[in-house]
């Protein structure tokens, strides 16, 4: 049982590239999440989705897209990488209220 | 909004010591409680969780918490600590939606000395 897989584990960007982090799941959760993990701040919310198709902004959404397109996959686009948008990600799914996390993404942008 | 705060920031508890890390909450209705822990490089474990009924939670690793709701605290107990224990670790409170979305404090990080 793979519970939530994130690819890549880590990446290096220049300023203004773009990339998808890769999150999937194969515990058939409906609800699935993105934060951001930053030195002294603790995890805040970035997106989340309640199901295919559904999305929704969390604490700090700006500079990301997301979209879910199946249950098990919920990527993380960075349009335009900024700087400031060097920190982990972990992506989570959920069920009853407990949440899974991912091994998390490393992302240093220079 | 809800709210998380871990009121320490470093602890440093001797092998074999007992422990405690602060937890207060701010959530308008019956609070769902979570404590992670995160060894350095790695994910995020979960220790233990509340959602209702005895407020004292058993959880992994010899790990225990108390909710109370008269303070608002869901601090995390161990009656000893082995030196593997040495990690971060972060207090969440779910809105118990059925989802959990998770606020999460800013973490205490534990150094456990010889």
């Known amino acids: 049982n793979a519970g939530v897989t994130q690819t890549p584990k880590f990446q290096v960007l220049k300023t203004g590239q773009s990339m998808t982090l890769q999150c999937a799941q194969d515990m058939n959760h409906e609800y699935m999440s993105w934060y951001r993990q930053d030195p002294g701040m603790g995890l805040r919310l970035i997106h989340y989705?309640?199901?295919?198709?559904?999305?929704d902004q969390g604490e700090v959404p700006n500079g990301y897209n997301v979209s879910r397109s199946t249950t098990e996959d919920f990527p993380l686009r960075l349009l335009s990488a900024a700087p400031s948008q060097t920190s982990v990600y972990f992506c989570a799914s959920s069920y009853r209220n407990e949440a899974f996390f991912g091994q998390g993404t490393r992302l240093t942008v220079v | 909004a809800q709210s998380v705060t871990q009121p320490d920031i470093h602890i440093t508890v001797s092998e074999g010591a007992s422990l405690e890390l602060r937890c207060n909450y701010s959530?308008?209705?019956?609070?769902?409680l979570f404590w992670y822990v995160q060894s350095p490089g790695q994910g995020l474990q979960l220790l233990l969780k509340?959602?209702?009924?005895?407020?004292l939670v058993q959880g992994i690793k010899g790990f225990e918490a108390e909710f109370k709701r008269s303070q608002s605290s869901f601090n995390l107990r161990k009656p000893s600590v082995h030196w593997s224990d040495a990690a971060e670790y972060f207090c969440?409170?779910?809105?118990?939606?059925?989802?959990?979305?998770?606020?999460f404090g800013k973490g205490t990080m534990l150094l456990v000395s010889p």
């Open positions: 969440a409170v779910g809105d118990g939606s059925g989802y959990s979305t998770l606020t």
């Open positions: 959530y308008g209705a019956t609070p769902y």
């Open positions: 509340y959602f209702s009924g005895d407020t």
């Open positions: 989705s309640v199901g295919a198709g559904i999305t």
